[in-house]
């Protein structure tokens, strides 16, 4: 009862990054308020899941495991998930927000008359004191995300509904298992109990699924281009100043917008989240839309013509000048010093 619920998605027997990323946050917030963590697993062919779920805090760890529940559909996942939190009774349940979490969470939200937050980019434990009546709410879940277009940070709270439900993007919360891994508790879930005819009015006759070619999330070394670099043309050299330093390629939306880049490379609010050991950022002025998704980096390097850039803020070093002429030394310099 009133324990952190973490839907974990599945594919081929693989947990979602974004899945162990929320378990690793659900620690933190469980170890606050003095709950159990626990996850759910939907699928087919899980056995053993929960040593993984272990290995990131998962103390509980329900299992509903049929052949009928994979590939993902929506209504016999929604009743399962409905189900066991009207029994269960969580009091925060979080779900990536990805393509299935975006389809999922609102389901669930919508038939549990429960208050949702999409796309949260930190999640906190707080008080709230409410001004008009003076009534006191301890140990809520401060949902705390860009609005107006990235313009504001607003945090977001539901006081009086539960669970308390949040989604999140991919990379926005560390990943990290425990040196100890936990030995979570099983509990095989009914199936039958939960879904009906209904839910499978829906078949899937075939699946095609891309993969990624290209994939930025992973790079410990991002160059990454605004719209001050002028052109497509220009971004040629990001391209090589990546490759010398063994890292890749990123983008603003501005430049993405500008065709400069293809989406893929977008990092931000509206593209991907990302944790590099080293960002550079090359004539991008550092509006809140595009820091939410990189401010994260373990060394940020600012290369812009304006002294008074927001991302000068941000980088630990800034370089004021013009990129045209800061980053062919850079190409330069690091190939004469380079092994």
Known sequence: MNNIFVYCEIENGKVADVSLELLTKGRTLAKTLGCK??????GHNLQGIEKELGKYGAEIVHVADCECLAPYR?????????????????QIALFGATTVGRDLAPRVSST???GLTADCTSLEIGNHIENKTGKE???LLYQIRPAFGGNIIATI??????????????????????????SPEIKQVDVKKYVNDADFAVRII?????????????????????????SKENFEMLYELAEVLGGEVGASRAAVDAGFADHARQVG???????????????ISGQIQHTAGMDGSAMVISINNDPEAPINKLADYAITGDVMEVIPKMIKYYKENSK
Do not use: W
């Open 206 to 230: 075939e699946r095609h699924i891309q993969e990624k070619k290209i994939n930025i999330k992973g790079a410990s070394i991002i160059v990454a281009g605004g719209y001050g670099m002028g």
């Open 37 to 42: 963590l626990e996850a759910l697993a939907i």
């Open 137 to 139: 709410y301890t140990d």
């Open 269 to 283: 609010q509206t593209g991907v989240t990302v944790r590099p050991k080293l960002y550079i950022a090359c004539g």
């Open 112 to 114: 549990l008359h429960s």
């Open 74 to 90: 929506t209504l016999p996942h929604a009743a399962i998930i409905c189900g066991i939190f009207k029994e269960e009774k969580p």
């Open 157 to 182: 709270i539901n006081p009086d509904h539960r669970p308390q439900m949040a989604t999140v993007r991919e990379g926005v919360m560390k990943k990290e298992a425990l040196a100890q891994p936990v």
